[in-house]
């Protein structure tokens, strides 16, 4: 500690204009100790708002700050890995400016946007002169630890500011003059402060200067280090990119030199990656490679289908390529994305939605019949072979058909749904068979593929075959037994892997002897056979088939599920439903729009299905009927929830109670296990 206060001598001392300076600085300070008053003609705003701050605080101004706060050598390490990269930068700026001030009893510090000293140079005299303060890495000289200094206020003020002598709040700052500058990111986030340090009478009016040129420059290689990674960043990001991008990418100079060709664009144009770059089209593709037509005429095209001869044979893809300009508008190169025809197709299936959602799970019934038709279908998903469909309308065969798909190795392709009987008969060979450009007035330019190109890995799903034209009978039938196709107005067959799922109500045998529908293409259907049952024929699960679709549209339609009146069951059971199970769903769904409490009954019902005079109507053995609708119901969804008695109350609407009084009265008991 030194033996005199360095503000009593420059009291007793003053005679110039610097020194009478701080001295009115100082006795401003004592009546701002005392009375908390400020000289606004002697106090900056900047140092009066530091000072009211401190004293909010509670800063004491009599602190030594030789126990200035020091962080454990666990923090110091944690903040100093936190702000490397700005340490880094900074370093070379603090030695060339230490360099510069050596010897002037001065130091030059970084601390941290919180306060905290980074890292420190200093000679040995201002080190000795100052160490009874606490100049040192780890030390916190934010001014709620330190009060008014160079390196807190320039945080809080978010500007350069010079804090000299008795500006200081702590008095043991007094002989101190500091310089810093808070150094901002460039993202303008404050990252810490410059700052330096000197004894009172050795301050220089360009001090605060020299600080704000380093903090620029240490700002400007921030910004130029950020640029420098962007760009690099940048570059990978392009290179990855280029490099596991699902489609092909090939770069070409206006000389024809290949400069970039990524793995699937080689596969695509079914050539040898490595070997090709660097090489000219002509040594390559030889002299007729459709792409550089971009080159030769200056026109871009997008999603155009090629067909191009390769050494070992062909390929088929789209591109889209644009070429490349210098500033001058003259043309350098060209860049073009290819696509198998393949990854086209499943493009389109996505967009359009032809993909299969549905599986055998989501067939709903207990119907013998019912699952035997299932259990015989799923063995049958699994092998390529046709399969046709026959059932009524509304009985599931898309369901049937998309289960099928879902069961078998072309889960991953495309399921198109052809409904042969709502194509317009003008339309039905373009939109099976696709057509070429300029095939015919009004056709797209570039040609189309058709339903089968873009199924094969897939399946096509024939809905409503007995209603086909006989003239497209014909040409579906070459297409079962050739496995390609030929586009309208095309001259090359087109190979396919398609599996055909056929689906009609109308009996097809019956339909060959009309004359309505071709022998040959009906053996070509009739591979394997399912006749889809219809609700009539399986009338059990349809109130196990009613109580599944409560569950499923009451929320849809923002309600808790009600709970299904018995006589509600009765007139279900009673119905014909010439609509079968489709039909079922939309009566459910209108009831459940009719329901104004937690019950569904009879009256919910359409007319057609439920009428007052029907309810005078009802015998002893409608009423038998009920119970044992109810008895199978509640039977039925025991054994599905494996007699989980909470489940299965759950899945009816009803109490557990009232569940076990049910089970009671009709005398129900677990398969096995009569407990």
Known sequence: MMNYNYMERVSSEAGGPVDRKINRIYRSWEKFIKNFEIEPYVIRPLIANSWHRCLRMKVDSSHALCDLRLLSAQQIEKRIKR???????????MTHLYNFVKGSDTLVCLADDQGMILDILRDPVIHYRTKHICHQVGSDWSEAIAGTNSIGTALVEKKPVQITASEHYCKVLHELTGSGAPIFSPEREILGVLSIIGLCQNQHPHTLGMVVAAVEAIENQLISQKASYELLIAYNKISTAINTMSDGLIAIEAN????????VGAKILQVDRDECLGKYVTEVFGDKFPLMEVINTGREFTDKEFFVETPTGGTRFTSTAKPIKDEFDNITGLIAILREMDSVHKLVHKMVGAQASLSFDDIIGNDPQLHAVIKRARKVARSGSTVLLQGESGTGKEIFAQAIHNASGRRKGAFIVINCGAIPRELVESELFGYEDGAFTGARK???????????????????????????????LRVLQERQVTRIGGQKAIPINTRIIAATNKNLAEEVDKGNFRLDLYYRLNVITFHLPSLRERSKDIPYLAQYFVQKISPRLGQEPPTIAPEFYNCLAEYDWPGNVRELENVIEQALHMVESDILVSEHLPDRIYTPKQAEKKTPTNHDKLKSAEADVIKDTLESTNWNISRAAAVLGIGRNTLYRKIKQYDLAQENNHA
Not at 83 to 93: E, G, Q, T
Not at 446 to 468: H, Q
């Open 83 to 93: 702000r490397k990269k700005l340490i880094d930068v900074a370093m070379p700026f």
């Open 446 to 476: 570039g040609g189309r593929p058709g339903k089968f190109e873009l199924a094969s890995g897939g399946t096509v799903f024939l809905d409503e075959i007995g209603d086909m034209p006989l003239d497209i009978q014909a040409s579906l």
């Open 256 to 263: 024809q030199q290949i400069t970039q060709l990524n793995s």
